[in-house]
């Protein structure tokens, strides 16, 4: 019953078999390969851009803080949530990478909205070159609280971003199961948007560890290369990035993990509504559920692994009312969740 984390379920066999294709000869280094161009390709035609730059990165933390520091200046601020991946999850690997630039939270909780944007950006240049400069939006799609931001809400936050001629930055890691949950192409998540540079991941979706940083302005590129090989995330046998990347766009395979997952959560909300407090709106993988810590510790002596959003497992209080958190990936059993509801139904 393995609910902590999509980063920890397996490699799909297919990612596997295509490491393994690849792991014979002699090729270029450094994403000079001809499986490479291929993926850069393939990706360019998913989201309708034949101008993309596309770029691999090993991990989400490269492909966030890369990807910005390319859209934002050092004496720049990027406006995000305070629940924001790139300020909760990235050990301030944005700030690093756009060497001094800073994080300027949008006030509320995982998803901003267009007025509350407005004000935060107004509040800034108001200190001429005594404070920080405007710089881009960030939006986590999915949200580090399970929650969705639908394609008029991200019209709405673009616009806002574009009336001040700010570029916009979609951090994706869960890019495949916010389309999903949208039904949505990538391109109308994205370009059609007003999105300026897309993380799509794959690292959450069934691969072993491959992000592609999708820019829709091909001027930046050159400077994304110079970025991502002086941030140490140029890897010299590429190939490995690309193979995985070319069987996750195989016969849409993106989408069959990521439609999995979503509807293992699904399976999981059904079960639970009427025996925990559900917290989030979980149209993607993420289920946010309040049960008493009691529940809580028989859950976990049970086997089942998960986090706590706020809290420990361990208390004074036996019926103190906890938040958890449960993230399903492509690979649970439906026998694994249907026991985890069975003992949360239980109590």
Known sequence: MYFASDNAGPLHPKALEALTRANEGYVPGYGGDDL?????????DLFEAPDAAVYLVATGTAANSIALANYCQPFQTVFCTPLAHINVDECNAPEFYMGGGKLTLVPGSD???????????????????????RGPVS???????GNLYSLEDLHALTAVAKDYNLPVH?????????CMALGCTPAEMSWKAGVDVAVFGG????LMGVEAVVMFDPDKAWEFELRRKRGGHL???????????????????????AQQSNANAAHLVEGLTGAATIRNEPKGNMV????PRHLHQKLQAAGAMYYLWEGTFEGDDPNEMLTGRLVCDWSISQDNIDKFISLVKAG
């Open 36 to 44: 490479t161009a291929r993926v850069q390709d393939r990706i360019r």
């Open 235 to 257: 890897f010299s046998k590429h190939r490995y990035l690309a193979a995985q990347m070319d069987a996750y766009l195989d016969d849409n395979l993106w989408m069959t993990l």
């Open 139 to 145: 939006i986590t799609q999915i949200t580090e609280y």
């Open 288 to 291: 946010f559920f309040d049960v």
């Open 170 to 178: 979609l951090d994706g890691a869960r890019f495949a199961n916010a």
């Open 111 to 133: 998803r901003m909205t267009p007025d509350a944007l407005r004000a935060t950006i107004e509040g800034e240049e108001v200190r001429g070159v005594h404070g920080p400069q």
């Open 203 to 206: 690292t959450k979706n069934g």
